[in-house]
């Protein structure tokens, strides 16, 4: 019973490196979403996906880029990490009217 | 522009005691949407809960209960004989469209921590 599976679970990375979160979900949804949980500001939408092949810029998309290349899995990649970037990032999925959301990757960018 | 505030950032009770945490919303919409997730400790974010502008019968799940007044813009989340296992992070959200049309993109507060002790 996998639901929505996200690699890596920790990641530290050094200001300007780059790397890719990858997203993965097994039940067949249309919606994909990427959101980034700092302390006291909730989670914010970074991108998202309604379909295969199609993303969107959320509220705060800046140094992030996606793609959703099979309907399954949704890529959040980080070209020049920089410190501000570090956070826990949930993705998220939905068919409907709730999310079904993934363990989060907790980055730090040193 | 939407947005929503949790203005409790801790609650801190003792089990079986009662704890209501409070979610005040802004949006230019008469049509939108309303959640309730929670975030244990385990970090997965679960539904509760979701409600729609024309809704506002409250409504009981168990020990959870949800009041919604429009007049005051808030949608309040009550949990009723606290138990260990409620504490959590707990998130108000809001969507101004329906999810057939841009998905679930959803506004969250702040969230509230709600520590029950034995």
């Known amino acids: 019973n996998a639901g929505v599976t996200q690699t890596p679970k920790f990641r530290v990375l050094k200001t300007g490196q780059s790397m890719t979160l990858l997203c993965a979900q097994d039940m067949n949804h249309e919606y994909m979403y990427w959101y980034r949980q700092d302390p006291g500001m909730g989670l914010r939408l970074i991108h998202y996906s309604v379909g295969e092949g199609t993303t969107a810029k959320g509220e705060v998309p800046d140094g992030y880029n996606v793609s959703r290349l099979k309907k399954q899995n949704f890529l959040l990649g980080l070209e020049s990490a920089a410190p501000s970037q570090t956070s826990v990032y949930f993705c998220a999925s939905s068919s409907g009217e709730k999310l079904f959301f993934g363990s989060g990757t907790q980055l730090s960018v040193l | ?118």
Do not use: M
Not at chain 2, 47 to 68: A, T, V
């Open chain 2, 1 to 118: 522009a939407q947005k929503v505030t949790q203005a409790q950032t801790e609650i801190s009770v003792v089990e079986k005691e009662d704890v209501t945490l409070d979610c005040v919303y802004e949006t230019r919409d008469t049509t939108y949407y309303l959640f309730w997730y929670k975030q244990p400790p385990s970090g997965e974010l679960v539904f509760l809960i979701r409600r729609n502008s024309f809704d506002e019968q409250n409504e009981i799940s168990g020990r959870y209960s949800w009041n919604f007044q429009k007049s005051t813009s808030s949608f309040n989340f009550t949990i009723t004989a606290s138990q260990v296992v409620d504490s959590a992070v707990y998130f108000c959200a809001l969507s101004e469209e329906h999810f057939k049309a841009a998905g679930n993109k959803l506004t969250f507060g702040g969230g509230t921590r709600v520590l029950v002790k034995p």
